[in-house]
């Protein structure tokens, strides 16, 4: 069994952060260590919420205790998500550089969440700069959306050719493997859900139904998408055959939540579909 130290948000009410990506990794096979960034109420795209950021060196002082009781070098990965304050950014690389030390096959999945006002997404100052400056530079596997893979390059992503350069850039400052979670409006067919994968065999193009819903979006796909690709790595399978089950079962989740009018993804009961998904939608080389 593999085990992830999966260093996210953690939501009371609903699913993001850990919330998301927790369970789904676990119905793969994976072990999660979930330590919290924050312990909110709900994610903050309510417009309100409650509770606290967890102090920084709380991140270093949890992987020490497991350092201590001699099961540190279990960790196989870490996956970093939602980051509550940028001081906590420090805290995870030394536990990233810790694991590896300890480990050296240990990978570091950094999902750089970063703010989107316009959907509410709330994030600390400080922490998009500790992500393109720090985080993206020690990552092996790196997973933008659009947003963020303007934010990380600086670059103007504007169009599917320019997402790539912008992908190229990345892959240019070490990470092995570049996920873009979604290309949004700049993708090749607005009209549906496309993400891109980019690794040492090339790049490679999926795309799904784009999912209606009845109020907003909901939140945590993201987090649930990034879950599913590293479990599905550490389980053994080739970064296409992870990359294709993760769009696939991301699908299914969708549409068992667009079907249910609800707004929190309804991960509990699509769980099935996660392991073994309906979906069978296929990933094009396109260089």
């Known amino acids: ?18 919330k998301a990506a927790t369970f789904p990794m676990q119905l793969l096979g994976v072990d999660v260590w979930a330590l919290n960034t924050v312990q909110f109420s709900n994610h903050t795209q309510y417009g309100k919420w ?54 050296p096959n240990a990978i570091y999945f950094c999902d750089p969440v970063m703010g989107h006002p316009d959907k509410g997404c709330i994030v600390a100052d400080g922490v998009a700069e500790f992500l393109r400056d720090h985080a993206m530079a020690k990552a092996d596997i790196i997973a933008p959306n659009l947003v963020e893979l303007r934010e990380l390059t600086g670059l103007p992503v504007e169009n599917f050719e320019q997402a790539l350069v912008a992908i190229k850039f990345i892959r240019d400052k070490g990470a092995k493997r570049v996920l873009v979670k979604h290309l949004s409006k700049v993708g090749k067919d607005p009209s549906q859900f496309e993400m891109i994968l980019a690794n040492a065999e090339g790049i490679f193009h999926i795309s799904r139904p784009l999912h209606h819903f009845a109020a907003k979006d909901p939140v945590g796909v993201g987090d649930l998408t990034s879950g599913l690709f590293l479990a599905n790595l550490l389980n053994g399978k080739t970064d296409l055959e992870a990359f294709e089950h993760t ?34 939608y296929r990933a094009i080389k396109i260089a």
């Open 1 to 18: 069994m593999k085990n992830v130290l999966s260093i996210q948000s953690h939501v009371v009410y609903g699913y993001a952060g850990n």
């Open 247 to 280: 769009a696939n079962a991301v699908n299914d989740v969708m549409s068992v939540t667009a079907e249910s009018g609800k707004y929190e993804l309804q991960i509990i009961k699509a769980r099935h579909l996660i392991v073994e998904p309906k979906s069978q």
């Open 50 to 103: 409650k509770g606290m950021v967890i102090p920084p060196a709380q991140i270093g002082e949890i992987a020490q205790g497991i350092a201590e009781i001699e099961a540190l070098h279990e960790c196989d990965a870490v996956l970093s998500g939602y980051i509550g304050a940028a001081e906590q950014g420090a805290e995870i690389l030394a536990a990233v550089e810790k694991i590896k030390a300890l480990n």
